[in-house]
């Protein structure tokens, strides 16, 4: 299914559609936005790669998202967990994983369905 897309930048400060981007999707997705990145994000993604969100879709135990969580100037792509009450944005480096408490202020924007990666 190939499907335009609003594009946006990981720059959580701004709002604005920075453009469209085509995309061939594997699974059809009503709901669907694009973020791209402004720098690398390390060890497995370049700046230029494309993330394709499914708003609709809500987040699972080890599902790639997209949030905006406060304190952070940029929105996150990270890997969700849950287990139990206790819910996780990992990173994909070595960085310390973000307790999502529930007193704490954040958005999961939606699932990640598809990368389009630099290489």
């Not at 997209?66 to 996780?88: C, D, P, Q």
């Not at 994983?97 to 958005?107: E, F, G, H, N, V």
């Amino acid at each position: 299914m190939k499907k335009t897309v609003p594009l946006y930048s990981l720059d959580s400060l701004s709002t604005q559609q920075i453009g469209t981007v085509a995309v061939k999707l594997a699974e059809e997705a009503t709901h669907t936005i694009a973020f791209t990145l402004d720098e690398d994000l390390k060890p497995i993604f370049k700046k230029g790669s494309v993330f394709i969100v499914d708003t609709d879709l809500h987040a699972e135990n080890d599902t790639l998202v997209a949030a905006k969580v406060h304190g952070h100037h940029k929105i996150l792509i990270r890997k969700f967990y849950s287990e139990g009450n206790k819910k996780t944005l990992k990173a994909f480096d070595d960085s310390a994983a973000i307790i999502l408490m529930p007193t704490m202020q954040y958005q999961i924007l939606g699932v990640v369905i598809q990368v389009n990666a630099k290489t």
